[in-house]
């Protein structure tokens, strides 16, 4: 856990003192990502470097894990938190073992521990170890680069990680899929990790907490959810934007809001059953599953209203299939492009297990503004 009690930084000046970060006081608990936000010079690099001391306090303290880091030596304090920055800054002379390698070194772990540490965290950001070791920095992409140099910040295991805008300079592509596989690593390490941002896309999908800065002031501390359905003031609902209720898309879950008793038929249903079976429902079609209640069709109302037979006779194919993993973005990009209104929903073995609808994306969606009123 990580816990800023009153930290402020005062710079002095040509034109006098310039308070970067104001007595900011926030909890990050353990396990748990926070992303800084806010525009250019409001503070929040300032205070994420107050934290190793890179920057000096003026005032205020820093507990990690219930310690006061105050009384800590600087190089232990430094050494037992991972830091990245958005430049990339592997060591050109070294192979790509040797740099991952550098701390464990300086920390005196011995070779074949540290060894198959560098292999480990290769593997968890899928880079061939038995490629990449003996590599050097120059004879990697940048994307690739950016990998080696946020698993070297995790080489020594610590329980704290700082991140100053790493995935800034990354194209979008790379960007996305780095951003991807670092939640699967932070998944299995359950690091505490406060994270510098720009972007209020990256912060909601990458943070647990979300602290909005402005001239030095934390204007708002909270979750992604709570901050875009609640923002506490103008500027943070400006600095988020007006598309915000869009943004929460990405935070909901197709298996949060589906309806759990999907309606369906089997190919040996005649058509009158499922017409019966969607006016009850008033549904206009229903799923069609096979026998390992995989949905392989729907029938629409006016098929099963003008003709005769089985439900395997008479079907048109998916429109599309959300599965129970997939956000809400996902889920309302797949239903715009079929023109659909709703769509099967699947577990991780292809199963019907429910199905979700715009109007229910919508009612969860306004659930928290009807809970606020």
Known sequence: MIKLDNLTKIFDTSEGPVTA???????????????????????????????????????????????????????????????????????????????????????????????????????????????????????????????????????????????????????????????????????ELNKTILFVSHDIDEAVKMADKIAIFRAGKLEQYASPDTILAHPANEFVAGFVGSDRTLKRLQLVRAGQVMGARPTFVQPQQSLSEALVIMERNEHRSITLVNSQHEPIGIISRDVAWNHQGLCGEHYEGLHGIAQQHDDLRTVVAQMFTADSSWLPVVDDQGRLVGDITQRGITHHLGATYRTQG
Request: proline fraction near 7%; include cysteine; hydrophobic fraction near 40%.
């Open 21 to 187: 970060a104001d007595h900011i006081s926030m909890e990050v608990p353990s396990g748990e990502i926070c992303v800084l936000l806010g525009p250019s010079g409001c503070g929040k690099t300032t205070t994420l470097k107050m934290i190793n001391r890179i920057i000096p306090a003026t005032s205020g303290t820093v507990f990690i894990n219930g310690e006061d880091t105050s009384a800590m030596d600087t190089v232990d304090l430094r050494r037992s938190i991972g830091y990245v920055i958005q430049q990339i800054g592997l060591f050109p002379n070294m192979t790509i073992e040797e740099n991952i390698s550098v701390v464990p070194r300086l920390l005196g772990w011995q070779p074949e521990r540290y060894k198959a540490r560098a292999s480990e965290l290769l593997d968890m950001v899928a880079l061939d170890p038995s490629t990449f070791l003996k590599r050097y920095p120059n004879e990697l992409s940048g994307g690739q680069q950016q990998r080696i140099w946020v698993i070297r910040a995790l080489a020594a295991d610590p329980p704290v990680m700082l991140m100053d805008e790493p995935f800034g300079a990354i194209d979008p592509i790379n960007r996305e899929v780095i951003q991807d596989e670092f939640l699967k690593m932070q998944a």
